[in-house]
């Protein structure tokens, strides 16, 4: 095994930071998704209306502005259970408790450290990253598509960026899943 150690240990610095990035990418879609839904209300619905939503929660957000510009309701469906998962997952993040092992208390979430085999795995981590971003595009689409406004209901480049990103980490295959042991298999040609 000591011969092994720097290579090792160069995997786990590599694995621990695709961690810490799919955390990040995964936390910086649930702002933008509010975002979104914040232009979308500024710019479909009456000023005084985009205004008073502005302290609703995210699925509170969702839910008015799509009654507010006559959708069909959208409690339920997809898209306000994609804004739901970010926004649970953000506020995990955002208040401090570790968003792969949820706890009872802050306290326990930050005294009680994970053993190697309690955190994500890349390919957990990976298949959530898709989740989310998978979250975030519905999110979007939805906005679009009941979008009373040009501005609003186009597509944006840094979608693109992003989706393509996306398809690129997509086209990586694990095979022999066991824990935190995996066989890589690169995308297909």
Not at 6 to 13: F, H, I, M, P
Not at 35 to 47: C, E, L, S, T
Not at 87 to 116: E, F, M, Q
Request: glycine letters at 2%; one cysteine or more; proline letters at 5%.
């Amino acid at each position: 095994m000591e011969a092994y150690s720097e290579e090792t240990d160069a995997l786990q610095v590599v694995e621990n930071e695709i961690i810490r990035l799919s955390d990040l990418a995964i936390f910086m879609a649930a702002i933008e998704a509010e975002d979104a839904i914040n232009q979308f209300a500024v710019f479909n619905v009456h000023k005084d209306a985009a205004e008073a939503i502005e302290r609703l929660s995210p699925p509170d957000k969702l839910v008015l502005v799509a009654a507010l510009v006559s959708a069909a309701p959208v409690k339920g469906t997809a898209p306000f259970e994609a804004i739901r998962k970010l926004h649970a997952w953000r506020n995990a993040a955002a208040h401090g408790h570790c968003v792969d092992r949820p706890t009872s208390s802050l306290r326990k979430n930050h005294l009680i450290h994970p053993t190697v085999w309690e955190l994500p795995s890349i390919p957990l981590k990976l298949r959530e990253l898709q989740d989310r971003l998978g979250d975030y595009f519905r999110i979007r689409e939805y906005l679009r598509s009941i979008s009373i406004n040009s501005y609003t209901s186009s597509r944006s480049a840094n979608d693109k960026e992003i989706a393509d990103s996306l398809a690129v980490i997509s086209s990586y295959r694990f095979d022999n899943v066991a824990g935190h042991a995996y066989d890589v298999l690169p995308p297909a040609d």
